[in-house]
């Protein structure tokens, strides 16, 4: 069980880690925007002297850092001198990852080089050996935050809403999503529910090339008994699980319905669930992967 994410009063250390590529640049400048003091790669050797200054100086209210593979050998000290920096100040690890496929999408796009790319070692190959590497750090985190699904804006937004003066520490941020199955299973998903059961409005020629935003596809759907029965039972469940996930310290949660394409069931299913979770109180965001995709 991760450490709560609620502390004492006082000054606070945020420690960023994580993969490289996942976004611990955006992080540190959403955290400098509200007002932390922020460090880049500060070497490890300087991190309990850091949290010593912080502590003590008047003009800090709180603090950040990077420290990811670019410390080098001196990255397998870290979890015993986290443990001593906690002992001195209130600190928060976040570790940052996002999936594969994701990390050199960003390395192509930006031209930057991995750094542990080899000569002749692939941007894939060295996310791959980066994972094992920083993976102890990865299990002593307070918060693990998969940066697949988010854009620049989007991260500095969910950092704004986690650590700024008006965040609600109890509150989870939801994403309901809808795909197509032939498209892939979202990576990122924390539950998926399969609605390729329900009558499918593909086959109604003056439905094939709407989406289930439209208002008469969506009423077709929620017409049959099935689909009526699935809402209900799907509510309850999100209803009961909920509370417990907050109260474990989760601060996101990604929820699928994947029909055959994207286009129909699926979408009709997110936009219902994103509204009846939004009139129950909860920060929701919606996301059609492949309401576009042929």
């Known amino acids: 069980m991760s450490a709560p994410l609620t502390k004492p009063a006082g000054p606070e250390l945020v420690i960023i880690t994580g993969l ?16 932390y003091y922020s460090v880049d790669n500060l070497p490890m050797d300087l991190i309990p002297k850091f949290a010593e200054l912080t502590s003590s100086s ?38 940052l990852e996002a999936d594969d496929a994701t990390i050199v999408r960003r390395f192509s796009e930006t031209r930057r080089p991995h750094p542990l790319k080899g000569a002749e070692r692939s941007v894939s190959t060295s996310v791959k050996e980066e994972r094992i590497l920083i993976e102890p750090i990865k299990r002593i985190a307070d918060l693990v935050i998969n940066t697949s699904r988010f854009n620049v804006h989007e991260l500095r937004e969910f950092i704004g809403e986690r650590f700024g003066a008006s965040r609600d520490e109890s509150g989870i941020l939801i994403y309901v999503t809808s795909f197509g199955f032939r498209h892939g299973v979202p990576t990122d998903s924390d539950l998926v529910f399969d609605v390729r059961f329900l009558p499918n409005p593909n086959y109604i020629p003056e439905y094939k090339k709407l989406t289930g ?82």
């Not at 490289?20 to 925007?33: A, N, P």
């Not at 709180?62 to 002992?87: H, S, T, W, Y």
């Not at 994947?258 to 219902?272: K, Q």
């Open 20 to 35: 490289s590529g996942s976004g611990k640049g955006t992080v540190l400048k959403s955290l400098e925007d509200l007002g």
């Open 58 to 95: 008047p003009r800090i209210s709180n603090a950040a850092l990077v420290v990811d593979i670019r410390g080098g050998e001196a990255l397998k000290r870290f979890p015993a001198m986290f443990k001593q920096v906690q002992k001195q100040i209130r600190a928060r690890l976040i570790f």
């Open 213 to 294: 935003k439209n208002a008469k596809v969506a009423e077709y759907v929620r017409s049959f008994p099935q689909t009526q029965e699935f809402m209900a039972k799907i509510t309850d469940l999100l209803t009961f699980l909920l509370p417990h996930y907050i109260e474990e310290g989760k601060s996101y949660l990604t929820i699928s319905f994947g029909c055959t394409g994207g286009h129909h069931r699926s979408v009709m299913m997110a936009e219902e669930m994103r509204k009846r979770l939004r009139k129950g109180g909860y920060n929701v965001k919606g996301l059609h992967r492949d309401i576009q995709k042929g």
